[in-house]
């Protein structure tokens, strides 16, 4: 291992030597239309994601490859190759034309990871639906929300997770079937009133199917994502966004052919849709599914049993196993491992390092966002990781740093991250909201919402946010979210929310709530409030501490200052408080 001294802002620096060394140069010369010509395109012209994820392997003789390698919660084990997975999406798309879904209709799938999961996610993409993942552990107010704005049609979910939500979906006015997956007969009553059994559905299915001739400019996928004010925004992506996943795939983590690939994230949020399903099999590459939830020794257990060679995954499940310490590594035999990459927050250089020492590589941080729709900079495999740097833009991505007035600055020096437009997986709208959408464009720049620096050499360094989104063990949380649910709790007046630091997971939610006249604050009415909270969100979105307050720091028009709370929190300086509400 080689350490090289650089200067950096902040924090001891130094570079690790990358130890793999087949990065292919010529990518640095390639134009997307170069990549593009990667790609097999529709006989009729257009693009389709679950072409180039499935069919076209088939078609060139890959079928019998394995796409899935997947472990179930209680240890099942099921394994799909390219075309059985072809059979099935063609299967499913099938089912979905019967139901009369057509191209450009939203359909929601609302399951853990299971093979019928993706299973649908691709057979909607085969239909032309617009497809829209989300977590699992949401609840109800969440799914409402989302489904409700994008005028969803369909649903697909399993029993315990249809239960969770059924009282508000009668307040679905769009809604027209639910496909309930009773995976292996888990339940012994799977189906509610009027639900459809995906399992009898698929049963009368053909797999005679001709995908949809959609153009590379239609939609394809929707990921719902949080902002400062209002609820969620619906961030959709075209066909065309296949061309930067397919491309990162190659160039972020390095995939080789013969490659057996883990990606940790959930399909309900982006990194487990764009890298847990279309970067990898756009490669043609396998990949394990675990269904099952965090535990080191387990995590380990999967790369040994199945030979993971690249693993995809994010800084807090980095310092949760940093947290079960070395033994359980040595437990293990991690040799098959070759390439490690993060993303979704931060990765702190002591991560990286940890990482170097344990599994004898280093781990590759690497910075995108759901309305990137891709990796946009990175630490590659064949260049000098530098421990709490993104890396550097990709080839064909400009990356930019820029004063409050939206004008670049110099390098080593801190303002807004910005893209330029163009790139092939950009998002081309938030559903139903173009105003919010053009908002994010400025001077010909898009501007992420986070603040950055890029050091001499063109590293980029990641600041923190410049809204007031949370960012808790890499999901965006809008504190607006949970603010509107809090205050649907009778004795609740007013909510105000902020991030706290977090030793795992960088940040996590806290809540500052006024009480209605004939309530007082105790710690009963405190647990009862956060039990409220976590079924109407999920544990992961609901504040995990509750504060009183009498009343909030509001401004003059009315607005909750949240950068007031936090400054109290946490016994910083208030700063410019002159537009302060008088008490
Ligand atoms: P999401 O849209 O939910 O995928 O969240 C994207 C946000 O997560 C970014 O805008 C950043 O704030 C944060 N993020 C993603 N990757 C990184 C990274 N490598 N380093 C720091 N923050 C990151």
Redesign the pocket.
């Known amino acids: 291992m080689d350490f090289e001294e650089i200067k950096k802002p902040d924090q001891n620096q130094f570079t690790v030597k990358s130890n793999i060394k087949n990065y292919d140069d010529s990518y640095e010369k390639s134009s997307w239309d170069e990549i593009y010509s990667e790609l097999d395109w529709l006989p009729g012209g257009g693009l389709n994601k679950a072409y180039e994820c499935i069919d076209r392997h088939v078609k060139n003789g890959l079928g019998e490859k394995i796409a899935i390698l997947w472990e179930g919660k209680n240890g099942e084990e099921e394994i799909y190759t390219f075309k059985q997975l072809k059979d099935l999406t063609d299967k499913f798309a099938n089912v979905l034309n019967s139901l009369g879904v057509k191209l450009g209709d939203r359909i929601f799938v609302f399951m853990d990871r299971l093979p019928e999961c993706y299973i649908a996610v691709f057979g909607g993409l085969k239909i032309g639906a617009v497809v829209g993942p989300l977590f699992s552990a949401f609840g109800p107010d969440p799914v409402k929300d989302r489904m409700e704005d994008a005028g969803a049609k369909l649903l697909v979910t399993q029993p315990e997770l249809r239960r969770k939500i059924s009282n508000m979906l009668g307040d679905l006015n769009d809604l027209q079937n639910i496909i309930v997956v009773n995976k292996d007969n888990r339940d012994n009553n799977p189906l509610i009133e009027q639900d459809l059994s995906y399992e009898e559905l698929m049963e009368k299915s053909s797999s005679d199917f001709s995908i949809a001739n959609t153009s590379q400019y239609d939609y394809s996928i929707m990921h719902y994502?949080s902002g400062t004010t209002g609820k969620p925004k619906g961030a959709v992506h075209r066909h065309q966004a296949i061309v930067q996943q397919y491309a990162t795939g190659k160039w972020a983590l390095d995939f080789h052919h013969d490659d057996i690939y883990w990606c940790t994230a959930d399909p309900g949020?982006?990194?487990g849709t764009s890298y847990g399903m279309f970067a990898p099999w756009s490669n043609g590459i396998t990949q394990v599914i675990y269904e099952g939830g965090f535990s080191a020794s387990k995590w380990y257990s999967i790369i040994e049993k199945y030979k993971v060679s690249v693993w995809y995954t994010a800084p807090t499940a980095i310092r949760m196993l940093m947290k079960s310490g070395e033994k359980p590594v040595k437990q293990h035999d991690l040799s098959t491992l070759r390439f490690i990459g993060?993303?979704?927050?931060?990765?702190n250089p002591e991560a990286v390092i940890w990482g170097n020492k344990n599994f004898e590589q280093p781990i590759h941080?690497?910075?995108?966002?759901?309305?990137t729709g891709a990796i946009m900079c990175a630490n590659y495999a064949s260049m000098n990781v530098r421990p709490g740097s993104?890396g550097k833009p990709i080839p064909g991505i400009e990356l930019a740093i820029l004063d409050k007035d939206f004008n670049p600055l110099p390098p080593n020096k801190s303002g807004l991250l910005a893209v330029k437009p163009g790139w092939p997986s950009q998002f081309h709208a938030y559903w139903n909201n173009s105003e919010r959408y053009n908002s994010r464009f400025k001077k010909s720049w898009y501007i992420?919402?986070?603040e950055a620096l890029m050091d001499e050499d063109g590293y980029f360094w990641?600041q923190g946010?410049s809204d007031d989104v949370i960012?808790t063990a890499?999901?965006?949380v809008s504190p607006f979210e949970v603010e509107s649910a809090l205050i649907e709790h009778p004795a609740v007046a007013e909510a105000g929310v902020i991030g706290i630091p977090d030793k795992i997971a960088m940040e996590v939610v806290k809540a500052f709530v006024a009480l209605n006249v004939g309530y007082e604050w105790d710690e009963k009415l405190k647990r009862e409030i956060m039990r409220f909270a976590r079924e109407k969100l999920s544990a992961g979105v609901a504040p995990r501490d509750i504060g009183y307050v009498d009343s909030l720091p509001k401004t003059r028009s009315g607005k909750i200052m949240r950068r007031l709370l936090k400054a109290r929190e946490l016994g910083l300086p208030e700063g410019d408080t002159s537009t302060l509400e008088d008490d």
């Open positions: 994502t949020w982006v990194t993060s993303v979704g927050e931060p990765l941080d690497n910075w995108w966002q759901t309305e993104m992420t919402g986070d990641f946010r960012n890499g999901h965006l």
